[in-house]
């Protein structure tokens, strides 16, 4: 692949979504500025997108958001489809290419339709302003190398997924794959955060004037705080800069959605379900402008107000005058058509969330073995005052906790500092146990009551033996690969198909034991078939990268040829 002329990072955030860009040439991260035309300047454009009743592509971003709420009359809302905070819709669940999402008006969209359609607006976004950077040069997709973010806790079903739309979207074609970068979130904020100097942290967070990466062994731990998820990775430098991971990434679910799910309960049980089931069936426009109006009071402290939609004001007073909804409770008020909110009240909304990052952090820092110097705050969450509060009362004793000024862009400026040194994290922690099922010759002492298989010549295997490659907590640097010797059952046997697994366990003999779970397959050519079952091939397949690659190499001929792994059912 020749050098590529500029580097493009995005960000497909669960809440807000944005890119940045650099010029290989340049020292300078490059950002759009989005909303201005609706009086907003904001880094990132909500993660919404709008289809019309055929399923065409109509707008993303503010626009999506802002073309939808003006739909005021029922009928023409319910016509159109628009997706919003979807990106988790790919955590924790068996994915497939035809999987299918519900949009508002309860109509379900191929995923991977909407998935793409959101890549491909952000890649022509991207491009034009790239045009508009450089007196009119057009560049092409195929001109960038482009670095897309992912949660670290992601499966490798959910980093291919996101592959496969970004290549449906045109950001680089099929066979050129190394043209497209997955990042782990918290990695590129890493890379981020440990060249800042003092004055890229809040005030008075960095007391010294040091540069993190300019001082090997300094370990600290980043926590990045989404939308969606809190993804939390420990890294240490290593000389010239580098980093190596300390502790497997953790992480879980418990982002700032969170807080707005409790919000949404918190209005309903004030109006009643009665009430405010049919604000959601009958307005769902107005209720996406309050949850939108909510996520920006997060950033505040203390009371806030929040506008109340004008329709449900008006189903509310049609049940009971609308002083009576705020009179049992002295955390919220109502005040000429504002709801207003307790500081308390918000604190408590965030105490799912808070106590979701305190045990992921806690877990970490009991291990001995780490000299955990900094916290890194990062993430448009870690902008809301309770999370950075808490963080820094609860674990500043320990660690100084740091907040970079741009927090919420630490991971997109990061990404596009990763895919022009990918190899900058050195090695990996393997969060599991991974192996493939391999067969044995049966032997009823070993392998008694296992499943069988006799080949056309009558020899006896046992089919669900499990070869370990890699195990939990094992550190594996970027660049190695594991190997594994195989030969053919068949005589004439011209492909060798392998099922890969995973388990929590440190080891596994066999693969249908509890616990170990089937994650994908691979199969590997051998269209030479003249020596029988005297032909061997290595497999191998490299764990230490942000995504698992495999390789294949035939021992005759030497041929290396590259293996497509498969993580989606189908």
């Known amino acids: 692949m020749e050098d590529s002329l500029v580097y493009i990072a995005i960000d497909f955030g669960t809440a807000f979504t944005g890119y940045c860009f650099k010029f290989s040439e340049s020292k300078q991260v490059r950002q759009p500025k989005w909303g201005e035309e609706y009086g907003l300047n904001t880094p990132k454009t909500p993660t919404c997108i709008l289809f019309d009743e055929d399923e065409n592509f109509l707008k993303f971003g503010y626009d999506a958001v802002m073309t939808y709420t003006r739909q005021t009359r029922r009928n023409e809302a319910k016509k159109l489809f628009l997706f919003d905070n979807f990106k988790m819709e790919l955590f924790g669940k068996e994915l497939h290419r035809d999987f299918m999402m519900t949009a508002k008006n309860g109509k379900k969209m191929r995923a991977m339709k909407v998935f793409s359609e959101s890549l491909k607006f952000m890649k022509d976004h991207a491009l034009d302003m790239i045009e508009r950077h450089t007196a009119k040069v057009t560049y092409s997709a195929s001109d960038a190398t482009w670095v897309l973010t992912v949660p670290a806790i992601w499966s490798a079903a959910a980093k291919q997924f996101m592959r496969e739309a970004a290549t449906e979207a045109g950001l680089m074609a099929e066979s050129e794959p190394?043209?497209?970068?997955?990042?782990?979130?918290?990695?590129?904020?890493?890379?981020w955060c440990k060249q800042l100097p003092k004055e890229g942290f809040m005030e008075g967070d960095l007391t010294e004037a040091e540069i993190i990466e300019q001082v090997p062994e300094t370990q600290y731990m980043v926590v990045d705080c989404g939308g969606g998820t809190i993804d939390i990775t420990v890294h240490e430098v290593v000389e010239g800069g580098r980093l190596k991971e300390l502790h497997r990434v953790s992480g879980n679910n418990m982002g700032g959605q969170t807080v707005?799910?409790?919000?949404?309960?918190?209005?309903?049980?004030i109006f009643s379900e009665k009430v405010f089931d049919e604000?959601?069936?009958?307005?769902?426009?107005?209720l996406q402008r309050l949850m939108y109006d909510f996520s920006i009071c997060k950033r505040y402290d203390g009371d806030v107000l929040v506008q109340c939609p004008y329709s449900l004001h008006q189903i509310a007073s049609r049940v009971d005058d609308i002083e009576a909804y705020f009179s049992g409770d002295n955390d919220v008020d109502w005040g000429s058509g504002q709801i207003l909110l307790s500081g308390a009240k918000l604190k408590a909304l965030h105490e799912d969330s808070i106590r979701g990052i305190e045990s992921l952090m806690k877990e970490i820092l009991k291990n001995p073995t780490l000299n955990i110097r900094y916290i890194f705050l990062v993430g448009g969450f870690a902008l809301s005052p309770y999370v950075n509060r808490f963080v820094k009362e609860k674990f500043g004793s320990k660690c100084q906790v740091l907040c970079p000024v741009d927090a919420q862009m630490a991971v997109v400026n990061g990404a596009v500092m990763f895919g022009m040194m990918p190899n900058v994290v050195e090695s990996r922690i393997s969060v599991f146990t991974y192996g493939i099922a391999v067969v044995h010759l049966f032997d009823e002492s070993k392998h008694k009551g296992k499943s069988k298989y006799v080949s056309n010549d009558g020899v006896q295997f046992c089919d669900v033996c499990f070869h370990c490659l890699v195990k939990k907590n094992e550190s594996?640097?970027?660049?190695?690969?594991e190997q594994y010797i195989f030969n053919p059952l068949e005589i004439d046997q011209s492909e060798m198909p392998f099922s890969f697994y995973c388990t929590e366990k440190e080891t596994a003999e066999f693969v249908d034991e509890e616990g170990v779970m089937k994650i994908g397959s691979l199969a590997v050519s051998m269209p030479k078939i003249s020596?029988?079952?005297?032909?061997?091939?290595?497999?191998?397949?490299?764990?230490?990268?942000?995504?698992?690659?495999?390789t294949a190499i035939d021992v005759d001929s030497g041929e290396t040829t590259s293996v497509k792994m498969d993580f989606m059912s189908r």
């Open 260 to 269: 707005d799910k409790n919000f949404k309960a918190f209005i309903r049980e």
């Open 531 to 550: 020596q029988g079952r005297n032909r061997s091939v290595v497999l191998e397949i490299k764990f230490g990268f942000t995504e698992m690659q495999a």
């Open 279 to 286: 604000f959601e069936e009958n307005h769902p426009s107005e």
């Open 178 to 191: 190394e043209r497209l970068i997955v990042a782990l979130e918290p990695e590129a904020a890493s890379v």
């Open 476 to 481: 594996i640097p970027f660049d190695e690969a």
